[in-house]
Each structure stands twice: as C-alpha cells, then as structure tokens.
C-alpha cells in the first residue's frame, strides 16, 4: 500500500488518538454520568475541529518539508476533503441516534457511555475495513467503480427517503433482539446486565449499544468507500475517519436539541453520495481536482443547512 506515511508517522497518530481518547474518558468519568449541556458540548466541539485542522496543517507542513509544497497542499486538501465528508456523515449517523434513545428513553446521564463505546467501536471498526479496502484497490483497480455504484445506489435511496420518518418497530434485528435477549423491565444505573435469580439478563442499555454498534457499520459501510473517491493513501483515509469520529459525542449533544431545524441536510448527504460515487465512476475518463470536490461537498451541506434555517419545516397540525 501506497503511503506518505512512515512506521514513526503511523505510531506517534496512534499514540495521539490513544491520548485523546484517555483524556476524554478521564473527563467524562471526572464530570460522572450527567447530562451535557449545550455549551460543554459546544466547547468539546470546538476542541475536536481545532484538534482536526491542527493536526491538518501539520500535515501540510511535513509533506510540504519531505516532497515539496505542491505535494503539501494536495495531502492537506484530501484530508480536509475527507474529513467534511466524514464529518456530514456523521450527522446521518446522530439522527439515528437519537432516535434510539428516544425509542428506548434512555436517560441523559447514560447516553454519555452509550456514546464513548459507540466512538471507540467505530474507530477500531473503520481501522479494519480501511486497511482491507486499500490492499483491495491495490490489487483489483475495478473495485473501485463497484465502490463508485454502490454509492450512487445508496445516495439515490437516502434522497428518496430523505424527509420519512424510519420505522424502528419494523427493524428486524431489534425485534429479534427485543424477543430473543433476556431483558430487565428497566434501567439498572450504567450496567449492562445483572444477574437475577442465577439468571443473566439484559438491560436495555445493552440493547441500545449493540443497535449503535451495528448502525456504526452499517455508515462505514457508505463513507469509507466515499473518502477512497478522493484519496487511495490509506493513512489520510484513517486520519480523517478518526479525527471526526472523535467529535461524534460532543456533535451528538451539540445537534440534539437542533436536528428538527437540519431538516433537508439528509438531501444534501444523498447529494454528496451521489456526486462522490459519479466522481468514481468516471474516475478513468475525467479527473475532477480535489479542490473541485472539496468546494463541492462544502457547498452542498451549507446549502441545505442554510435553506433548512430558512425554511424550517413544518409541524404536524393537532388535532
């Protein structure tokens, strides 16, 4: 595989991902199970972007020093591209949740913890399939063009569906889950499970976690092919999937109490599929710049945030 990444380049990413993930879990569990407010999650919010762009212009800075600074720019526009794009993503991936904690009403203070192992699943998850979609384009080129329609598959049914609400009662894996897991009749504090009457069972955060985990790969599944439409580096492909999977739980509390006013940004991801996977499609016929794309994807969510504050949607009329 392809890298401008050294074994000492890889290591000290590992160490600094490792070290923000310590830090935030010594802070959470420091603060205890509470619920976050706006302005901790904004200002953890802000930390993560800034932790993401530094870590951007460093990167421009070494290459620039190790190939020149036309080979700068270039590694620092794929990054950031790849990052907007994980970073929209991940706001399909919020929706979701917060559907599922409210289906299951979790209580505030937990959501926290739900979030966290949500974050370390993904990261650990995206890692594997990162490496395996990498040494998959390295041998077979083809596999790029069934990455290219399976995206545009997939954004032509998110643009259909955007606007309906998901049917989480017709979801056949929580109905298998619900009928087949031995379950508690209630919360028991941030525990998973308990032991009862020499009987293991289930609470229904447990239920919760494993429906994050599995909607974790079931969006990894649509980005990471995304981000190999701009960049076939494995270690900028990585680092950008990481650095906005970090901010997942602070965007969650962030977007919360605002994702009603977003109404069309699910418009606007189906767009981005839709364009990333015709970007792949043709990529042997037409190279679109990374610039391009990059001004592309910025210009397609701001424009369904900006159009979704202008028109909010409406509400249902009472009856």
């Given at each position: ?5 050294s074994p000492l380049l ?11 993930l310590v830090i935030d ?45 036309d080979a700068g720019q ?246």
């Open positions: 595989m392809e890298t401008i990444a890889w290591s000290a990413f590992g160490a600094l991902v490792l070290a923000a879990l010594v802070l959470m569990r420091h603060g205890g199970p509470h619920k976050v407010t706006f302005r901790e999650a904004l200002l953890w919010s802000i930390g993560w972007v800034a932790l993401a762009l530094a870590f951007g212009g460093w990167l421009w800075w070494y290459v620039s020093g190790q190939s020149g600074a270039r590694i620092a526009l794929e990054y950031l591209t790849g990052y907007l794009v994980e970073k929209s993503l991940a706001v399909d991936n919020i929706f979701v949740f917060l559907m599922l904690f409210s289906y299951f009403a979790v209580p505030e203070e937990q959501r926290q913890k739900v979030l966290i192992i949500g974050v370390i699943g993904a990261i650990l998850l995206r890692a594997v399939m990162i490496f395996a979609g990498a040494l998959l384009l390295q041998k077979f080129h083809w596999v790029l063009y069934v990455f290219g329609a399976f995206l545009l598959l997939t954004g032509a049914k998110m643009l259909w569906a955007a606007g309906k609400q998901p049917d989480l009662e017709s979801n056949p894996l929580l109905r298998w889950l619900t009928s087949h897991v031995p379950m508690t009749r209630g919360y028991v504090g941030a525990r998973l499970s308990v032991v009862e009457g020499g009987r293991r069972l289930y609470t229904p955060l447990f239920i919760v976690v494993v429906m994050v985990a599995i909607t974790d790969v079931i969006f990894a599944v649509d980005s990471i092919p995304a981000i190999f439409a701009i960049t076939e580096d494995p270690f900028i492909v990585l680092t950008s999937n990481v650095f906005a999977v970090l901010g997942l739980r602070a965007m969650f509390f962030l977007l919360a109490g605002l994702a009603d006013r977003f109404h069309l940004l699910p418009y606007g991801l189906a767009l981005v599929l839709m364009f990333i996977g015709t970007k792949m499609l043709i990529v042997d016929l037409v190279k679109i710049p990374i610039a391009v794309s990059l001004g592309v994807v910025a210009a397609t969510i701001g424009a369904t945030i900006v159009l979704s504050l202008k028109r909010p949607a409406k509400m249902p009329e009472l009856r």
